[in-house]
């Protein structure tokens, strides 16, 4: 499926909220804050010339999440971030004073946050980085996953020292499930999908996504004309599409949002006008974007900013995973996790059907920007669809190097 964004609020600026949120003093913030962090780098920006020349565009740069601060995924810079801030602004009601995160060690934040639980649903990557935040401060985690989170997921974030609860039903059972446990027992809730009442934290895990922008915009020579961005509820989507509508105003790039045919919350909800629910039908492989529900926080921001629509099938998706394992002759190999890939997904589809081509006026000029959102963060899973381990897919790069 595709659709150009015929939405009522399409070419609305952004809420004010979004706009603050998604702007560039707070994204300049965020990578402050991860200046903190000890084992914090910027992720590579990764040109991939022959694929490029394949296809017929001029560009394409892949920003590879796989190796974001050990956690293999974007995802590392929402929730993370997010217990951060909550932990800094629960010291400071506490202190009675401002806290910089420059005192995020210090023993009177230490003691604030070990009286505080954060709690979030996760199909994997979200509950890690949020474990990870929680072991960073000294506060506590309880993490809810579904009945589909494979048993090398749940134990990549028990590592973290989280509690970890299985939740009977999908990822929306298990959302719902973390939101009535932490009222009940007066945790925090840290997701990063949001709904009526509930925006400011959803908000700020986006909020943390936009440090890859930035990073990737300072490695390009040029920035991209064209953006194709994986979504599952849609906040890496739309933290992507309102911070480089905020950075480059008239002359953002051409934003296409791609989303797995079996749960397209968001396209459906484009093809609707306002945010609907999906139902649930057959599992996807692209287990990390498998979301029946959009977040409304990101609905606001794409409903306004994204200008197309699209799905990809479950042979795309398995596809360039085993593309960027085995890429064309003098491109890179890339580490993509079943979910990892679909923005590029999305381009090789768009390009291939000339109806979808000349709708996002993709052409030989065309510079083209995808991120890699995740590695194999299941890595069993991950050799038995390419047929590689990631290990060794990964280390073509440095033999290739020293040949």
């Not at 079943?338 to 030989?364: C, F, N, Q, T, Y």
């Amino acid at each position: 499926m595709f659709l150009l964004n015929t939405t009522p609020d399409y070419h609305k600026p952004l809420d004010p909220r979004d706009a603050e949120t998604l702007g560039i003093a707070a994204a300049e913030e965020v990578e402050r804050h991860l200046s903190f962090r000890d084992n914090h780098a910027a992720t590579p920006l990764v040109a991939l010339p022959r694929l490029a020349a394949e296809i017929g565009v001029a560009t394409i740069h892949v920003k590879d999440e796989g190796h974001r601060l050990g956690l293999g995924s974007f995802k590392a810079l929402g929730g993370a971030y997010a217990v951060i801030r909550l932990v800094l602004e629960q010291a400071e009601k506490e202190l009675g004073r401002s806290v910089d995160v420059a005192e995020l060690h210090s023993p009177e934040v230490l003691a604030v946050a070990r009286t505080m639980t954060v709690a979030c649903a996760t199909d994997g990557n979200h509950g890690r980085s949020v474990a990870q935040g929680a072991q960073l401060v000294g506060a506590r985690a309880a993490i809810f996953v579904h009945s589909g989170v494979s048993d090398e997921r749940v134990a990549a974030i028990a590592r973290f020292g989280a509690d970890m609860i299985r939740v009977k039903g999908n990822y929306d059972d298990s959302v719902r499930e973390a939101a009535r446990t932490a009222e009940a027992k007066g945790w925090t809730i840290v997701s990063d999908t949001s709904w009526p009442g509930y925006e400011r934290i959803p908000g700020l895990v986006m909020q943390g996504y936009t440090a890859l922008v930035r990073e990737a915009l300072r490695k390009m020579p040029e920035p991209p004309t064209h953006v194709f961005i994986q979504s599952g509820v849609g906040g890496i989507a739309a933290a992507v599409a309102g911070h480089l509508a905020i950075e480059f105003g008239d002359r953002r790039p051409l934003f296409t949002v791609v989303d797995p045919a079996r749960s397209a919350c968001i396209v459906e909800s484009a093809r609707a006008g306002h945010p609907v629910t999906v139902a649930h039908g057959e599992p996807t492989v692209m287990a990390m974007l498998e979301c029946y529900e959009p977040s409304l926080v990101a609905w606001r921001v794409l409903s306004r900013v994204a200008d197309a629509f699209m799905t990809v099938d479950e042979e795309d998706a398995i596809s360039v995973m085993k593309r960027l394992a085995n890429p064309v002759d003098g491109d890179p190999t890339i580490v993509a996790g079943e979910s990892g890939g679909v923005g590029l997904a999305g381009l090789m589809k768009a390009v291939a059907d000339p109806a979808i081509k000349a709708a996002l006026r993709i052409d030989a000029n065309a510079r083209i920007f995808v991120v890699n959102t995740e590695g194999a963060t299941d890595p069993g899973k991950y050799q038995e669809i390419v047929g590689q381990s990631p290990t060794a897919v990964a280390a073509k790069n440095r033999a290739g190097a020293e040949a």
